[in-house]
Nanobody
Framework: QVQLIESGGGLVQAGGSLSLSCAAS????????MAWFRQAPGKERESVAA????????YYANFVEGRFTISRDNAKNTVYLQMNSLKPEDTADYYC???????????????WGQGTQVTVSS
């Protein structure tokens, strides 16, 4: 069992930055691939970024366009999402997820956090 708690969301102006963190419980964190997803009001959940258990492989959705960086610190049981050059269309609830398979598909992630809200004003 893995419990995930996100933090770092908030309100930021367009062009600004936010750093999201996701702290995981459990001693098996390093065995899991981790990912960030987001869901905007009235829209379906979409993948943002994913990282393999070792951190050696990363995936980014096309809309990221080099603005976000996913990373992890297995010693701290934490995964991060650094978001720069934020746009109003990045406004959404952001969720971290853990699963056995490195993937951009939400169906392959077993554990989910409660989400953190990101609002980007124009």
């Amino acid at each position: 069992q893995v419990q995930l708690i996100e933090s770092g969301g908030g309100l930021v102006q367009a062009g600004g930055s936010l750093s999201l963190s996701c702290a995981a419980s459990g001693r098996t964190f390093s065995r899991y691939a981790m990912a960030w997803f987001r869901q905007a009001p009235g829209k379906e959940r979409e993948s943002v970024a994913a990282i393999s258990w070792s951190g050696g492989s990363t995936y980014y959705a096309n809309f990221v366009e080099g603005r976000f960086t996913i990373s992890r610190d297995n010693a701290k049981n934490t995964v991060y999402l650094q978001m720069n050059s934020l746009k109003p269309e990045d406004t959404a609830d952001y969720y971290c997820a853990a699963g056995p398979t490195y993937s951009s598909s939400d169906s392959l992630y077993d554990y989910w956090g409660q989400g953190t809200q990101v609002t980007v004003s124009s």
